[in-house]
């Protein structure tokens, strides 16, 4: 699926990436640095290996330039009850925020997750950050009262 958006009068589109480039290598690291505080690192194997996989769909979106401007990953997984995703790593490029992308992605992921047959689809945010916080409570998105917990191995 490829959809071109214009925003503010700049063409961008969205598209699912399918195989690596330097180009989406050189994004994603690129991406990574704003969106987590510790050194990130994206090996090609890692990479390669998140394209293929059939459970996690990674968008970017692209200005009219081809330049990679944002990304949102979608996983997607079964339980008992039911078919879930949930909505990851949501960044924009520092210079191409406040421009509508984060929202667009978002609105993207909503709908691939209808196609995908979800019933339910969820996403966690920093509650400082309230701009996000925000946009995802008008795009339909409900604050959950529950804990969610981390370990890392």
């Known amino acids: 699926m490829l959809i071109f958006i214009f925003i503010y ?5 969205i598209k699912e990436i399918t195989a690596h480039t330097v180009e989406v290598e050189t994004a994603l690291i690129r991406f990574l640095g704003q969106l987590v ?13 998140l394209i293929n ?3 996690s769909h990674l968008f970017c979106a ?6 990679y401007i ?13 078919r879930k995703a949930w909505i990851e790593d949501v960044v924009v490029t520092e210079e191409s925020r406040g421009q509508g992308i984060g929202k667009a992605l978002t609105q993207y992921a909503i709908q ?3 196609e995908q047959d979800v019933q339910s689809l969820m996403l966690t945010s920093n509650p400082s950050r309230i ?13 959950r009262e529950t804990n969610v917990y981390r370990m890392m191995l």
């Open 9 to 13: 009068k700049n063409p961008m589109y």
């Open 112 to 114: 691939f997750a209808k």
């Open 70 to 82: 944002g990304m949102i990953t979608v996983g997607i997984y079964l339980s008992p009850t039911g």
């Open 62 to 67: 692209v200005d009219e330039e081809g330049h």
């Open 53 to 55: 996989s059939t459970n």
């Open 131 to 143: 701009a996000a916080n925000g946009l995802y409570q008008k795009l339909g998105f409900e604050r």
């Open 37 to 49: 505080s510790r050194e990130a690192t994206l090996t090609k194997a890692f990479l390669q290996e």
